[in-house]
């Protein structure tokens, strides 16, 4: 099994950003090393659906 660890920290923003996009879905990248998230991405979901999402592209690009 492996394990995906969210610091805390970087946890309260990945919520906040589900809280902000309510009722509809939130959609991100997560970055790090080794199961370890050290780098959250709040992407805008163009889409705007509490079934569904679709990050934007372009900003999806800038973070890759």
């Known amino acids: 099994m492996t394990e995906l660890i969210i610091p805390k920290n970087l946890f309260e ?3 906040d950003h589900c809280r902000a996009a309510f ?3 939130a959609c991100g990248i997560l970055s790090g090393k080794r199961g370890q998230v ?3 991405y709040a992407m805008t ?3 705007p ?3 569904s999402y679709f990050m934007d592209p372009g900003e999806q690009l800038h973070v890759q």
């Open 13 to 15: 923003k990945i919520l």
């Open 23 to 25: 009722p509809n879905e």
């Open 38 to 40: 050290s780098r959250v």
């Open 45 to 47: 979901n163009i889409e």
């Open 49 to 51: 659906s509490p079934v």
